[in-house]
């Protein structure tokens, strides 16, 4: 079997997904492979989706069913009984020179027994590789542990840890933006820069995932991966020319430079509604945090960095705020790469309003994609991304437990004190932010 650094276009793939039944493969997964098949982007790629219990084919694939029935077969399995491992391998028959892909879909309590089992029936050839969903543990220590776990039977070069954030349009155009304009090159330090924000705010509420949420909270499932690893592309060195696959290095030596969370400086709250939807009156889990960090790098030193997520608020919006720092009070001072929606980049500026009366007002010089452009989603990125073996947008081991090393005091003391305040359902986060 070649190694997985050898993938071309022309080779085989078999994309195994466990939990293909799953609300991840539902709402994210299919279309994305449906929408990547269509684009041509998968080579000779045939999917086996694994299945507890005996599903329908159509019902599995729903609206997708066109484009991913001919490639698509089902297989039935328990996945705690070893004997189903060498029957799916069987099954599989994987030939020389081609790879495959188990894209674990599950809850996290079901993903280590599945990677032992896959080693342990020789599922885990070099050329094989492993897409595992977050969370990437509870803390340090469960995350150590389980990488620790899946290290026995995967090497670190077959594991593809996916953060979706990292793969959306906008999250990769961070990267592009700084390298690729001068003018901003010259800016980025705390020089020039005052604060950097990050929001992931949603309007949506847990959408039932009850038992997960409770297990999570917003700390975890928003600020653990997706905001520190949006933070740490807008803050990661980039003195060098742009080359993609050097981007995890980059990234964890942003993160490393961050220092721990400041409990003092930070806030958490949680909706209204919340404790009767996850049917748990004493539940104290987090919805909305807000906390400030800050980063050791000399070419940070001072600025803070602001990171704030929640569910349930007035509206979905994703955004890195940049502030540069002004040189009196009536300049505006703002670039804001928009992540979605209404996906671009924007720069506050204030001009003279056109009269005889010379005012001046706020306006946008902004670029967003024009009308019709098919943004791919974060989804159909990384699946492109895992056969082809690039690895760029994927979270290493080193930085998912650097992220927990950050994040260690908040945890801490919101064990020792879990009183939490409440906010109303479509809260605007600045209100909520006033309130706690
Ligand atoms: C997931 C979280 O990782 O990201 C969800 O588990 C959250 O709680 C979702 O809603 C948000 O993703 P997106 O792409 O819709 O911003």
Redesign the pocket.
């Given at each position: 079997m070649k190694g997985i650094d050898c993938y071309t276009k022309d080779m085989k793939t078999t994309l195994v997904i466990f939990g293909i039944t799953g609300d991840l493969a539902r709402r994210k997964l299919l279309p994305a492979l449906a929408n990547v098949i269509e684009a041509n982007e998968t080579g000779d790629l045939s999917i086996i989706g694994v299945s507890r219990r005996p599903v329908d084919k159509f019902a599995v694939l729903g609206d997708h069913h066109g484009q991913l029935n001919g490639t698509t077969t089902l297989f039935q399995m328990d996945l705690d009984r070893a004997d189903d491992y060498a029957r799916l391998r069987d099954h599989i028959n994987p030939q020389d020179g081609e790879q495959v892909l188990f894209y674990l879909s599950v809850p996290p309590e079901s993903a280590s027994g599945i990677v032992e089992n896959l080693g342990k029936a020789g599922l885990n050839a070099p050329g094989n590789k492993l897409l595992l969903e977050?969370p990437f543990g509870r803390d340090r220590a469960s995350a150590q542990e389980m990488i620790g776990r899946t290290a026995t039977y995967f090497t670190e070069a077959q594991i593809y840890r996916i953060d979706?954030?990292l793969a959306?349009e906008m999250a990769q155009n961070i990267v592009t933006f700084r390298a690729r304009n001068a003018i901003f090159s010259y800016l980025w330090n705390n020089q020039y820069i005052e604060k950097i924000e990050v929001v992931?705010l949603?309007s949506?509420t847990?959408e039932g995932?009850a038992a997960?949420?409770e297990q999570?909270g917003a700390l975890r499932?928003?600020v653990q991966?997706?905001l520190l690893q949006l933070l740490a592309l807008t803050l990661l060195p980039l003195h060098d020319d742009l080359n993609w696959d050097s981007l995890p290095d980059r990234r964890k030596a942003a993160l490393d430079a961050i220092l721990p969370s400041d409990p003092v400086r930070s806030v958490r709250a949680q909706y209204d509604a919340y404790r009767e939807e996850v049917g748990n009156p004493e539940s104290t889990v987090e919805t909305f945090v807000s906390l400030e960090l800050r980063s050791s790098d000399p070419q940070w030193h001072g600025v803070p960095l602001f990171l704030t997520t929640g569910?349930a608020l007035s509206r979905?919006k994703?955004e890195v705020r940049v502030h540069f720092k002004k040189t009196n009070d009536a300049q505006s001072n703002y670039l804001i790469f928009k992540i979605?929606p209404d996906e671009g980049i924007a720069i506050d500026l204030v001009t003279k309003k056109p009269g005889y009366d010379r005012e001046v007002e706020h306006q946008k010089l902004s670029y967003m994609y024009p009308v019709g452009t098919r943004l791919p989603d974060?989804y159909e990125q990384v699946l492109v991304d895992a056969i082809d073996g690039h690895k760029g947008l994927f979270a290493t081991s080193g930085e998912v437990l650097r992220a927990w090393e950050i994040l260690a005091p908040l945890q801490e003391a919101w064990r020792d004190d879990p009183a939490i305040a409440t906010y109303p359902v479509g809260s605007d986060a600045r209100d909520v932010l006033g309130q706690v």
């Open positions: 977050k979706h954030y959306k992931a949603e949506l847990i995932r997960f949420y999570t499932d928003l991966g997706h569910k979905k994703t979605q974060a």
